[in-house]
């Protein structure tokens, strides 16, 4: 993809701090990162997003993580990260090419998770019935 950052990245047009780089992925740190050691792990083949990436690649990319985040939690002597992948310009997606981030976590960083919303009475089994019914 011609105007994809992380396309030109994995071909060397764009510089990277690379943490690990294989035939079929590679990880870098995120230059905008949550704390230190956050790092980007993506398919060198460009997909758009999780919902475009073949099964095989999806599930290559969340072995890959296993491996990584270990030694993201050691380097950076974090006792637990969040792992993240936003989907569409709605929930964060800014860069469209498929990507996980390994996000290292500390005691008082400052982060928040996202909050909550309650259901209404009777509202649980609707949603999670209309959810059953599209599942392929």
């Known amino acids: 993809m011609v105007d994809c950052i992380f396309c ?9 701090y690379k943490v690990y ?3 079929s992925f590679y990880a870098f740190l ?4 949550v704390n230190h050691g956050h790092v980007l792990v993506i398919p060198k083949t460009h997909y758009p997003d999780i919902l475009h990436t073949p099964s095989e690649v999806a599930e ?10 270990p030694a993201v939690l050691k380097a950076t002597k974090s006792e637990g990260f ?3 992948m936003n989907t569409g310009s709605v929930a964060g997606q800014a860069v469209f090419h498929t990507h ?11 982060l928040r998770l996202w909050g909550h919303k309650p259901y ?10 209309a959810i059953a019914h599209e599942i392929l």
Do not use: Y
């Open 8 to 16: 030109k990245i994995i071909n060397k047009e764009v510089p990277s």
């Open 30 to 33: 995120d230059i905008f990162p």
């Open 100 to 110: 996980a981030h390994i996000m290292p976590r500390f005691p008082d960083d400052g």
């Open 82 to 84: 969040n792992l993240g």
């Open 21 to 23: 780089e294989d035939a």
């Open 120 to 129: 209404e009475p009777g509202q649980m089994e609707t949603v999670s019935s």
């Open 60 to 69: 290559g990319l969340m072995r890959l993580v296993q491996k990584i985040a």
